[in-house]
């Protein structure tokens, strides 16, 4: 049984591209793709994404459940998230979450997010992240897509080092 509770890294490795491969097909068939980077992705650009990017993965028999990634963006990062669904609003999973950002956050001084999905920004919101606005008609389905930014300061405010470690 493998420990859903730690956070591992991608290593692009022959064992984390199966995972990969196995969550890209996930993805694919729950219609998570275009909720999740915006756009269909081909199994190409996803691992190219993948490979730019530095991803974090929960795992569990099932494979990946929980999936964050940070790209860089200017001096910050575009930071990046998708939970399984069944495993989605459990505490394990915020927890994981937590560190994530935490981590991501020791690589860049600021986070951007952006959100298709309102209920996704509010999320969000309650993780410390600032809501900055929205653009309209930016999305492929002609909706709007929120911007959101988080800091150190912000997170460290909300979310006390002992929620998560």
């Not at 200017?74 to 994530?100: A, E, M, N, T």
Request: glycine letters at 8%; a neutral charge.
């Amino acid at each position: 049984m493998s420990d859903s509770t730690n956070l591992f890294t991608y290593t692009a490795d022959y064992i984390d591209d199966l995972a990969a491969f196995n969550w890209w097909t996930e993805l694919t068939r729950d219609g998570d793709m275009i909720a999740v980077f915006g756009a269909p992705l081909t199994l190409g650009e996803f691992f190219g994404m993948l490979r730019a990017s530095t991803v974090r993965v929960g795992r569990d028999d099932a494979g990946w459940w929980l999936v964050t990634w940070t790209l860089p963006l200017f001096r910050g990062g575009s930071f990046g998230l998708w939970v399984r669904k069944s495993r989605r609003q459990s505490p394990s999973g915020l927890r994981l979450i937590l560190r994530s950002l935490d981590l991501a956050l020791n690589d860049y001084p600021v986070l951007v997010n952006t959100c298709t999905d309102s209920n996704n920004a509010r999320k969000t919101v309650a993780l410390g992240y600032t809501l900055l606005g929205s653009i309209p008609t930016l999305a492929l389905n002609g909706g709007s897509v929120s911007v959101l930014h988080l800091t150190r300061e912000a997170f460290d405010a909300r979310w006390p080092r002992e929620r998560y470690t």
